[in-house]
């Protein structure tokens, strides 16, 4: 297989309707642009020149986070977000998914998914490419101001572009309750007031939770639920965290582990 049918054979990465991606060939570094619909080679240019374009570009480089895991027997993939100040002033944050097939410690080959800006959660549609990690079991959330209730997801690779979180509690009084929800980079949101009802049924999405909107996806989430209200007792019936994940060749099969209690 040539190397243009090899790129038509991955899937396509769309953000708000515009190409964002590009693929390096590690033997022939040049970065080739694919249209997302039919996927026609559109132009390829020097990753040496590209580089040199970016750079000039920036001003400032405010944060970079990186996460990266090994998702086959030789191959990895890593994980950026970038966040800058270019040279007019204007900020410019830019997601970036690398692939990479090893031999011997040596990179046989590359593939770069690149974004300037980060995916869109509301033009990008999700649904045939889901994963969701649930509880199934119950637990009990005791009254008193000490008991904290935590569990664990835990996602090991894809790259995610997505996330929902499901919650089904009953309590006399959950509106007292603290909920919040840690990322596996450390960001945390405390998730807003709930109704106040006997049986909390609630679903959460990227939006409402703006403290996570730049954080990766991959790694261990943990929800933590704390009773505060002293003398009422309640039940956390379900939970659940859903995925909306990049398809991205081989690396369709994303993994998940959990949920479980944490001491």
Known sequence: MDLLAQLKALDQLVVSGQLVKAVQDYFHPEFYYLDPGTGQLLGKISKVAYTWDFVRQI???????????????SVSMSEFLF??????????RVHEIIKREWKEGLVLREWYFVSEGYPSMDTQPIQQNR?????????????GVEPVYHSLISLQKGGLNALQLCLDIE?????????ILHSPRGAAASLPAVQKQSNLQKVYNLQDLPELQDTLILGEWKLEIRNTTGTESGVLNWWALEFGYYSTDDLTKVEGIGPKIAA
């Not at 994963?131 to 009254?143: F, Y």
């Not at 309590?171 to 909920?179: F, Y």
């Open 59 to 73: 001003q400032t480089v405010n944060a970079v986070v990186l996460n990266e895991s090994l998702v086959g027997k």
């Open 171 to 179: 309590h006399p009084q959950p509106e007292s309750l603290e909920l």
């Open 83 to 92: 966040d800058f100040t270019q040279q007019n002033g204007e900020p410019m």
């Open 131 to 143: 994963l969701t990690l649930e509880q199934k079991k119950s637990a009990d959330l005791p009254a």
